[in-house]
């Protein structure tokens, strides 16, 4: 998707799909699948996917537990991968120019900055910890146990360091709180046609799929 | 012992950086712009990064070393001793040429960028590798550190020492100048007969050219030694 705002809109739309009923994450899944480019997006950068560990321990602890881990992990599971296509589908400073655009120069400015900042954090990660496999595979040592603690200290560290760095650059350039930016977007038919079956696909989400067929006889 | 890359190809989003060479025993100088393909070029040749085009052979190099441009990306270990024995180096005599004795069971990530990159250099040019590649080796120290850099890189000898560099004042003595020209690599030959060519030389070395007194090679001793003879 080449707008950024309905980019924003059809994946709000289709979390609160996802989230709200099996039939709902079923449709945002074919969304995902069929309507854009989500798989490609996942072939190119696959390293999000370890978001889904975290989902798979929960659902883990629900099934022994006897709760909905059915639901709940399919639910969840479409849930991230929505999130994930948002995050791998965003250019740099996309996401500043809509949260401008949507609240304004002042909050608008700096909530975009802050998730600009978070965002451009998560893409300089991945290369950092190819790079410290890069650093393991010179010395001939298999990144083991041992080697996950000095491991995340390093990218903790360096993750740090970027973010002072960063703090020192904006201070520099005299920021202080809020800020313009000249953003132009450009809305292609097909973004328009996506973002209407993204929020078709909410408004089937949250009604019992009895009541759906109902409305369409 | 040589290292050749085969008409290599590597795409870097918009950018494809070519390389047909062949690197044989001696210290190879690889110059070019921020950008030109220096550390894609330190990547591949260290085999962390394949080609998308392209072949690299490795002929008779057993063991290979590749020094990153930011030392922070080597850090395995939680103790500065510890992270010199990963390197398989003997751990005092690297602490007391990096000016670290006695601080050995700190965290590596407590030396400031500086200290890091001294130590770094310490462990790989103790080592005996056949292939060392180092990734703008110069970045983080000061007047005194580049010197001394230089000397220990002139030590080195019998095997390929490949410097990716962009620094233009000090430079060790090397035996082959190549330079990225629209991201790729061309060779200007074996000095002291490629200074004349070298496009992106400093400009000292152009001026000394021009006037006719073309050095020896390309440390600040022998650029010192050019610019006398200009004044006799």
């Not at chain 1, 560990?53 to 479409?78: D, H, I, K």
């Not at chain 2, 001696?26 to 550390?39: E, F, I, N, Q, R």
């Amino acid at each position: 998707m080449q707008d950024p705002r309905l980019r924003l809109l059809a994946v709000v739309a289709l979390s609160a799909a996802a989230f709200t009923s099996v039939h709902g994450a079923i449709l945002a899944f074919l969304w995902w699948a069929c309507t854009l480019s989500g798989p490609v997006c996942l072939w190119r950068s696959r390293w999000p996917l370890l978001v889904f560990f975290p989902l798979l321990t929960v659902s883990l602890a629900l099934f022994v537990t006897g709760g909905e881990w059915a639901s709940y992990s399919l639910r969840l599971a479409v849930v991230l991968l929505v999130a994930t296509f948002a995050f791998l589908d965003q250019g740099p400073g996309e996401f500043l120019s809509v949260c401008t655009w949507l609240l304004g120069r002042g909050l608008g400015f700096d909530c975009g900055l802050a998730g600009e900042i978070a965002l451009s954090a998560l893409r300089f990660l991945e290369d950092e910890i190819r790079k410290a496999k890069w650093a393991f595979s010179l010395k001939g040592m298999p990144i083991g146990i041992a080697g996950i603690v000095p491991l995340s200290t390093g990218l903790l560290y360096s993750a740090l360091r970027r973010a002072s760095d960063q703090g020192d650059l904006l201070v520099a350039r005299g920021y202080s709180g809020g800020g313009s930016v000249c953003a132009r977007f450009r809305t292609p038919f097909r973004d328009i046609l996506v973002t209407v079956a993204a929020l078709a696909i909410a408004f089937i989400a949250f009604r019992p799929l009895g009541e759906f067929f109902i409305l369409i006889q | 012992m040589e290292l050749v890359l085969d008409r290599v190809l590597v795409k870097r989003g918009e950018v494809s950086i070519r390389a047909s060479c062949a690197f044989s025993p001696g210290v190879h100088l690889v110059t070019g712009s921020v950008g030109a393909g220096k550390s894609t070029l330190a990547l591949v040749a260290a085999g962390l990064l394949p080609p998308t085009e392209g072949s690299v052979e490795r002929r008779g190099i057993a063991r290979s070393m590749l020094l990153f441009q930011f030392p922070e990306l080597h850090l395995t270990e939680k103790t500065i001793r510890e992270e010199i024995s990963s390197f398989g180096v003997p751990v005092d005599g690297v602490l007391s040429r990096s000016g670290l004795f006695g601080r050995g069971e700190e965290d590596p990530l407590s030396l400031s960028r500086g200290e890091l990159k001294r130590l770094l250099l310490s462990c790989v040019l103790a080592r005996d590798d056949d292939l060392l590649i180092l990734d703008e080796p110069f970045s983080g120290l000061d007047c005194t550190g580049r010197l001394r850099l230089c000397r220990e890189i002139g030590k080195k000898r019998g095997g390929i020492v490949i410097l990716c560099t962009h620094e233009r004042h000090f430079l060790p003595r090397v035996d082959v100048i190549w330079e990225f020209e629209d991201h790729t690599l061309a060779c200007r030959g074996r000095v002291p007969e490629a200074i004349a060519s070298w496009q992106g030389a400093p400009a000292g070395i152009k001026a000394l050219v021009a006037a006719g007194q073309v050095p020896q090679n390309v440390s600040f001793e022998d650029i010192g030694e050019a610019a006398c003879r200009t004044r006799d």
